[in-house]
């Protein structure tokens, strides 16, 4: 309630003095409400479709990360380096061959040459297998056990120190005909976790 000040002069005037504005409850409210209203961001924020966009791109991240963390989740090309658990495979060429005059495919396929590099990056001793890789010819899986007596350097089992490094041939077959082609390395013989590599 406003305060009454009487008139000190005899004719008895009495005079309300009123609030300063600031002082009033209503004032307050309005700044509240004008404090919740910017922090909202009405004014400068984003709207729905840049919030939406953001988070699309946040996903497209989080997805480009996961797949370079999870080496299973892509299929690498060749001269790509693959690594699982420090594990480094890379497959340096691909080559077709239908042989010579002395070993030659079986009818209607082809020999394919695959060279590749094993690292072991861990810190300790890795064993290494030709067994441990398949030839996938659309969807069929072969062993790459084949031999062409014109392929040196086939890789052989064995095993890596740490830091240590091995180059070799794998040699397998498939049809001609084929449209698709993978290596595949299995990552253990407990699971049908594999890394993959195009080879056409």
């Known amino acids: 309630m406003a305060k009454q000040i009487k008139d000190e002069n005899e004719n008895g005037n009495v005079y309300v003095q009123k609030k300063k504005f600031y002082k009033r409850w209503w004032f307050w409210l309005l ?12 004014f400068g924020g984003s709207s729905d479709s840049d919030s939406s966009s953001d988070s699309a791109a946040k996903s ?3 997805s480009k990360k996961k797949a370079e963390a999870n080496p299973l989740s892509k299929v690498y090309s060749v001269g790509q380096k693959a690594s699982y ?3 480094e495979i890379k497959v340096n060429s691909v080559k077709f061959s239908q042989g010579s005059e002395y070993n030659r ?8 040459i695959i060279n590749i590099t094993i690292t072991n990056h861990t810190d300790e001793s890795q064993d290494y297998n030709p067994f441990d890789f398949k030839l996938n010819a659309d969807g069929n899986n072969t062993d790459l056990d084949a031999i062409d007596t014109d392929v040196d350097n086939t890789l052989d089992a064995g095993s890596l120190d740490k830091g240590a490094s091995v180059s070799g041939n794998l040699v397998g077959e498939a049809k001609t005909s084929a449209k698709t082609l993978q290596l595949q390395y299995k990552t253990s013989i407990w699971n049908d976790n594999t890394v993959k590599f195009k080879l056409k």
């Open 31 to 42: 700044v509240v409400l004008v404090v919740v209203f910017l922090g909202s961001g009405a």
């Open 105 to 112: 495919p079986d009818s209607g396929k082809q020999f394919v």
């Open 60 to 62: 497209q991240t989080s």
């Open 85 to 87: 658990k420090g594990y």
